[in-house]
């Protein structure tokens, strides 16, 4: 009788430790999933940060423990305010931001580390398929910003 109190003691240790390690172990993986979360403000939408979006859709950010949430900003100003004011850790914008802040004395001032594209990316789309560059000499195409001659 006195072995089978023991044992069923020993169970119920057993028992009792092996759900405390799953609740720790539970807890633990808990903490290990909790994201940073960054906001990111952009100037524009563009298909040269279409690897950003990418990262964002497929989950690699989180991967990495980054929660990235994408503001579109409208305006280089825009941006640069929303950083320098601390409602986003990171903005895509020109560097004149950046040069413009620097300029006003402003005591905490951005930093320009990344050039992503080098300069404004274009594209040229028709609806004809017999399109050629050629279509578009001594037209006036708007490209966003002031029109430009080709």
Do not use: W
Request: proline share 3%; charged share 25%; glycine share 10%.
């Amino acid at each position: 009788m006195k072995k089978i109190i023991i044992g069923i003691i020993a169970i119920v240790i057993i028992g009792i430790a092996i759900t405390i390690g799953c609740l720790v172990g539970k807890k633990d993986k808990e903490e290990t999933t909790k994201l940073e979360k960054i906001k990111l403000a952009e100037v524009t939408h563009s298909p040269f940060y279409a690897p950003l979006y990418v990262a964002i859709e497929n989950g690699y950010f989180k991967e990495q423990g980054l929660e990235v949430e994408l503001i579109l900003t409208p305006g280089a100003d825009k941006v640069a305010t929303s950083v320098i004011s601390g409602d986003t850790q990171i903005g895509f914008a020109g560097p004149e931001s950046a040069i413009y802040v620097y300029e006003g004395n402003e005591e905490d001032y951005l930093v320009t580390f990344a050039g992503l594209t080098k300069r404004d990316g274009q594209f040229i789309v028709s609806r004809n398929k017999d399109f050629k560059l050629e279509d578009l000499y001594d037209k006036e195409v708007l490209v966003g910003r002031l029109g430009l001659r080709l």
